[in-house]
């Protein structure tokens, strides 16, 4: 069972929940978006499953993909994940096991770029958790990458070989030049591309259970 990743980073707002605005909730004013945010009690680390439950809490129809249903104990001493690891165990697993009776649709499989490039054709968008620390963005004026996803005079995690968990959301891709699109809620003022064989890396990385949030922007 098993597999803590899902913190995008320990920010209720600007990786995680920014994430789920980019995604699709962006015409919700502040007070609302936080209010949910309260009410679902996502105010410190937000795991993917959170993000899953905030999409159920709007009416939005999502798909959640991950290798791991619940908490993999393996991640324990982990950087990334040992701060509050402990504290987020129990919560986390109770998520995952009461998502069928709440309507939040979770699936252990397997996911393939043809997958995600037929969800992005088809107008939608997905939030994906990826090592930070591993992708970059090829439009970013040298040497400036992606992998430093926090705002100015934060901890830049490219200067770490650790895994160092972020959410982002595809946008789109161009099949003939093999890059994909996507948005970093850090940065809410451009749009990002890379690689997919980057972005493959990225998010394949151990520590993200190659977690997808599908989310389908005609509920």
Same mark, same amino acid.
């Given at each position: 069972? $098993? /597999?803590?990743?899902?913190? $995008? ?9 920014? /994430?789920?605005?980019?995604?699709? *909730?962006?015409? *919700? ?6 209010? /949910? *945010?309260?009410? &679902? +009690?996502?105010? =410190? ?6 993000? /899953? ?7 939005? +129809?999502? =798909? ?9 104990? $393996? ?15 129990? +919560?986390?697993?109770? &998520? ?9 649709? !979770? ?10 490039q037929e969800h992005l054709a088809q107008g939608h968008v997905a939030i994906v958790l990826v090592n930070s620390g591993v992708l970059h963005c090829d439009l970013c004026s040298s040497p400036v990458k992606y992998c430093c996803f926090a705002p100015s005079g934060h901890h830049c995690f490219c200067r770490t070989p650790d895994y160092q968990g972020h959410f982002? !959301?595809? =946008? ?17 003022? +451009? ?11 990225? =998010? ?8 997808? &949030?599908?989310?389908? *922007?005609?509920?």
């Open positions: 069972m $098993g /597999a803590p990743r899902r913190l $995008g980073h320990e920010d209720g707002g600007g990786g995680s929940g920014g /994430a789920a605005r980019a995604g699709y *909730l962006g015409q *919700l004013d502040d007070s609302e978006f936080e209010s /949910a *945010l309260q009410e &679902l +009690r996502l105010t =410190r680390s937000i795991w993917t499953i959170d993000l /899953a439950y905030l999409m159920r809490h709007f009416g939005v +129809r999502h =798909r959640f993909c991950t290798q791991t249903l619940g908490v993999d104990k $393996g991640y324990k001493n982990q950087s990334f994940y040992r701060k509050h690891f402990d504290t987020e165990e129990t +919560r986390v697993n109770q &998520l995952f096991a009461q998502a069928k009776a709440c309507k939040v649709l !979770v699936e252990k499989c397997a996911v393939s770029v043809q997958d995600i982002i !959301v595809l =946008r789109g891709y161009n099949r003939a030049t093999s890059c994909i699109f996507y948005n970093n809620p850090a940065y809410a003022d +451009r749009m990002c591309s890379t690689s997919i064989s980057n972005f493959e890396e990225a =998010r394949t990385s151990y520590g993200t259970d190659e977690d997808i &949030l599908f989310v389908y *922007l005609d509920s």
